[in-house]
């Protein structure tokens, strides 16, 4: 094997040469965010890991043409995927807001309120903190998921920070945001977003990849339901995405019979902090209750600029690209609104612009999958972004599998492709692979709002899974009969719980959502140990038969089975983002009910 394994690499190492046509994935070098000090071989100040990123701290020089008008602070996550900042504060927060004459923040979610309760989704440095003070927030409650970044500003650096964090209208929670909406009981004025969704992804080639629950239609509606009546929701994204959450603005209202939102919108690019590598944003505002003309007035002369700020980006102005005031009739922002078939509209349009849900939570993968073709990322054309990835994946793990599974079986275990019901059994062992890591990529999917921190929720679920499945394991070949292992009530039992995990859980996650974080993780457990149990049964009943009547078999038992479960990871993703995880797990159970066609065919022979 040593020698074969020896004569296969060096047979490969000539492919190397033709590798960039083969597969045409260019690395780019992602990892330069302004953000970054201009010197590469700076040092940073300070550094801190934790399990899911590595934050850099940097002093920052004032750079006003790129959007930092004096010294500061940058955080850098991951060595530059993505950053945030804020001016040097070390004089205290209070005497930077009194005397710091460059600091004006336009304030745009904060027209007509006073004192008013705030919530930030993804607090970062705590710029949209200190905009929150700025304009007189009585109580703002800052979500930050990241714990390296809320140790560093309130307390290993707390002096650069002026004691941001300290100050008694402010609580700084570390979790993620849409989690903690969900479990909370609070009402806000406001409720801030701005660009919360980093480039990190986007520098794996993965941004539309990566599951976002912060803008689906579940999270508008509980939005809606955290607002107080006049309350404001400000979110910041790409221009297209923006137009998406039109679209999910209108279906939530349309689901609870409130008429037209048309009157409680407002999308703009233009400037919105006074730091930060782009001073051009492209926001969403929505309102919940209608915009008055005084309102919409306001946000106009607050998105003026100065001449000296038009120097900066020339091409990119500030503009009102939709308002109750300005509804330009064939903007795609007009349209999603006033368009009297969604489906229709939906359809037509190049990119994706209908509402995500949290089942198929990807709201930044626009590109709809019926325009990906052959060779379409080719020579300049698009990026292959995360669905040619997907594809590429499906296609590498296919050959990738195939070689060194089912090549070596065919070469050294022929004998078993001869044996009598071969293929009855070959067909269970794939079906069992293929609907175990569906079920395992759904199971992830759907524990991530309940557990909130998505590292919490690899940990849990794939640990569950694994440990009850083995005990599955071991019961089934412990206590069960050697003849007669009972296939079909472990593989309906399977099928039952799939189906409970599938329509239970919202219940269950909704009353449990306010416990403890070690509540939640004990419940998730508990909820996960009946489906692990059954599901690590049905391969050692049918492996121990095989090695009974079949021998030969066994190898190839275990090797289909993992090369399906090879296969089927990039296939469930695929499955869930054009038709949602609950497909995702449908399919896992036809998977299983496939598995048990053939083993009953088998033996009723």
Not at 328 to 343: A, E, M
């Amino acid at each position: 094997m040593a020698v074969t394994a020896l004569v296969l690499a060096v047979l490969t190492l000539p492919l190397a040469l033709f590798s960039e046509r083969a597969l045409p994935i260019s690395v780019t070098p992602s990892k330069q965010h302004p953000l970054l000090p201009h010197t590469p071989s700076a040092a940073p100040l300070f550094t801190q890991w934790n399990g899911s990123s590595r934050v850099d701290v940097y002093d920052l020089a004032a750079r006003p043409e790129e959007g930092w008008p004096h010294f500061g602070t940058s955080l850098v996550i991951d060595g530059g995927t993505a950053a945030t900042g804020l001016g040097d504060m070390s004089e205290g927060v209070r005497n930077y807001l009194q005397r710091r004459v460059d600091y004006r923040p336009r304030g745009l979610a904060y027209i007509g309120k006073t004192h008013p309760k705030v919530l930030i989704i993804g607090s970062g440095a705590g710029a949209e903190v200190l905009e929150a003070l700025y304009f007189g927030a009585s109580s703002i409650t800052a979500i930050e998921i990241n714990s390296c970044i809320n140790d560093i500003v309130s307390r290993r650096l707390r002096t650069r920070w002026g004691g941001l964090f300290e100050e008694p209208e402010v609580q700084l929670v570390t979790d993620e945001g849409r989690s903690f909406v969900r479990r909370s009981a609070e009402r806000y004025d406001i409720i801030i977003s701005v660009q919360t969704v980093t480039n990190a992804a986007l520098a794996s080639g993965a941004l539309s990849l990566a599951e976002n629950y912060v803008f689906t239609i579940e999270a508008l509606e509980e939005y809606l339901d955290r607002l107080t009546p006049d309350g404001v929701l400000l979110i910041t994204r790409g221009a297209d995405q923006v137009a998406r959450l039109f679209g999910t603005v209108r279906e939530v209202f349309e689901r609870r019979g409130l008429g037209s939102p048309a009157n409680n919108l407002v999308a703009f690019r233009g400037p919105f902090l006074p730091w930060g590598p782009r001073l051009r944003l492209t926001g969403f505002m929505f309102k919940k209750s209608p915009l008055t003309p005084d309102e919409l007035r306001t946000i106009e002369k607050r998105l003026e600029v100065s001449e000296a700020e038009r120097e900066i980006e020339r091409n990119d102005s500030p503009a009102i690209l939709y308002s109750p005031l300005h509804r330009h009739p064939g903007s795609i922002y007009n349209s999603l609104l006033t368009n009297p078939d969604l489906r229709t509209f939906y359809r037509q349009q190049a990119l994706d612009f209908s509402p995500v849900t949290d089942d198929r939570p990807f709201f930044n993968q626009q590109t709809r999958w019926s325009s990906i073709r052959p060779g379409s990322w080719r020579q300049g054309g698009m990026s292959p972004g995360a669905e040619g990835v997907l594809l590429m994946l499906l296609v590498q793990s296919v050959a990738v599998a195939g070689v060194l599974i089912l090549l070596p079986l065919a070469h050294f275990s022929r004998q078993g492709l001869r044996a009598p019901g071969r293929w009855a059994y070959l067909v269970y062992f794939a079906g069992l692979g293929l609907g175990f890591i569906m079920i395992e990529v759904a199971l992830l999917q759907r524990f991530t709002l309940f557990l909130g921190q998505p590292i919490y929720t690899l940990a849990v679920v794939l640990a569950s899974l694994l440990m009850f499945g083995g005990l599955g394991s071991y019961a089934v070949t412990r206590f069960s009969s050697r003849s007669r292992p009972g296939f079909g009530l472990i593989i309906l039992a399977v099928l039952a719980v799939i189906a409970v995990t599938a329509y239970g859980t919202h219940s269950i996650f909704s009353a449990a959502l306010g416990w403890s974080l070690a509540s939640r993780i004990a419940i998730a457990v508990l909820m996960i140990a009946p489906l692990g149990i059954f599901l690590g049964m049905p391969f050692p009943a049918c492996l121990r038969l095989v090695a009974e009547q079949t021998p030969v078999l066994v190898p190839w038992a275990w090797g289909v089975n993992g090369f399906f479960t090879v296969i089927g990871s990039a296939a469930a993703m695929i499955l869930g983002m054009i038709w949602g995880f609950s497909a995702v797990l449908a399919c896992a159970g036809g998977c299983y009910l496939v598995a048990l066609l053939a083993i009953t065919l088998r033996r009723s022979k």
